[in-house]
């Protein structure tokens, strides 16, 4: 806790509330990088960003892959190819894996790749001989 009454304490906590922003921005940055295909923060090594998007990518395909294999079995062989295109796509990461997954099976679905799900019952069809 900051005392009021202390210039130089004051600055100090304005000054930490400065760098925790900067950080909070800079992180931001590089995990749009990574996840969304967003230009690279500065100081960072391209190549090795690239190898690190990538790998990121394969992991969100694996989990996906698990989440939903309707999905993965619609894309089949292109599955790779399919999720990276997907992934590339999005202007922002998924706020989950659920939320990745079903978007994936939707994308798949939009582009004929995948059959639209079949219709819900209706609760009161079980009555119905």
Same mark, same amino acid.
Do not use: C
């Given at each position: 806790?900051? @005392?009021?009454?202390?210039?130089? $304490?004051?600055?100090? $906590? ?28 500065? /100081? #960072? ?24 294999? @309707?999905?993965?079995?619609?894309? /089949? ?5 399919? #999720? ?15 939320? @990745?997954?079903?978007? #994936? ?21 079980? #009555?119905?001989?």
């Amino acid at each position: 806790m900051t @005392d009021r009454h202390d210039p130089a $304490a004051v600055a100090d $906590a304005e000054e930490l509330g400065e760098a925790r922003r900067r950080l909070a921005e800079a992180q931001g940055q590089l995990v749009a990088a990574l996840v969304a295909g967003a230009e690279l923060p500065r /100081g #960072f090594d391209p190549e090795r960003m690239r190898a690190q998007a990538s790998s990121l990518v394969a992991k969100r395909r694996g989990i996906v892959a698990r989440i939903r294999p @309707d999905a993965a079995a619609a894309a /089949g062989r292109d599955l790779p190819a399919e #999720f990276a295109a997907y992934a590339r796509s999005r202007s922002e990461p998924p706020p989950n894996y659920r939320t @990745d997954a079903d978007d #994936f099976a939707a994308w798949l679905r939009e582009r004929g790749r995948m059959p639209d799900p079949p219709p819900k019952p209706r609760w009161w069809s079980r #009555f119905l001989p």
